[in-house]
C-alpha cells in the first residue's frame, strides 16, 4: 500500500511539473492500494480533476499547446532552487501587502515613487 501525504502540493505552486511526477509516480508504482490525502482548497481542486479522469473512463484527452503556450508552461512550471522559492515567495508578500493597502486606502498611489511606480506599470503592461 502507498500513502501519498500533502497531495494539495501538488495542485499548484512552484516545481510543479516536479510534484505532479512525484504524484504519479507514487500512484502508478503501487501495487495494490493508493492513499492520497491531503486538505484544503488544492486537495479539493486534486480531487476534482480526479473525478474528470475518473468520468472519462479514465481517458486521457491532451490538447497540444501552441509554441506561446509552452513558452509560458515552460516558465510557469519549471524548476527552481528553495533559495529562489524563498526570493519568490518573500516577493509576492511584499507586492500583495502594498496592493492590500493600496485597495484598503491606507495608501494612495501618489504615495508611491514616480520613478518605481512607471517601472512597474511597464513591466506590467509589457505581459
Known amino acids: 500500500m502507498?500513502?501519498?501525504?500533502?497531495?494539495?502540493?501538488?495542485?499548484?505552486?512552484?516545481?510543479?511539473?516536479?510534484?505532479?511526477?512525484?504524484?504519479?509516480?507514487?500512484?502508478?508504482?503501487?501495487?495494490?492500494?493508493?492513499?492520497?490525502?491531503?486538505?484544503?482548497n488544492d486537495m479539493d481542486k486534486l480531487c476534482e480533476e480526479?473525478?474528470?479522469?475518473?468520468?472519462?473512463?479514465?481517458?486521457?484527452?491532451?490538447?497540444?499547446?501552441?509554441?506561446?503556450?509552452?513558452?509560458?508552461?515552460?516558465?510557469l512550471n519549471r524548476d527552481i532552487n528553495?533559495?529562489?522559492e524563498r526570493e519568490l515567495t518573500a516577493a509576492n508578500?511584499?507586492?500583495?501587502?502594498l496592493v492590500t493597502a493600496l485597495e484598503r486606502g491606507s495608501l494612495d498611489i501618489n504615495d508611491l515613487d514616480a520613478d518605481t511606480l512607471k517601472r512597474l506599470k511597464e513591466v506590467i503592461s509589457a505581459e
Open 93 to 97: 508578500r511584499k507586492i500583495s501587502t
Open 82 to 84: 528553495p533559495e529562489v
Open 2 to 40: 502507498v500513502y501519498v501525504m500533502n497531495a494539495q502540493y501538488c495542485y499548484a505552486g512552484y516545481s510543479l511539473a516536479k510534484k505532479r511526477n512525484i504524484l504519479f509516480t507514487a500512484i502508478t508504482r503501487s501495487k495494490a492500494w493508493v492513499r492520497v490525502l491531503g486538505h484544503g
Open 50 to 75: 480526479y473525478t474528470r479522469i475518473q468520468d472519462k473512463e479514465y481517458r486521457l484527452d491532451f490538447k497540444y499547446p501552441t509554441d506561446e503556450e509552452m513558452k509560458k508552461m515552460n516558465l
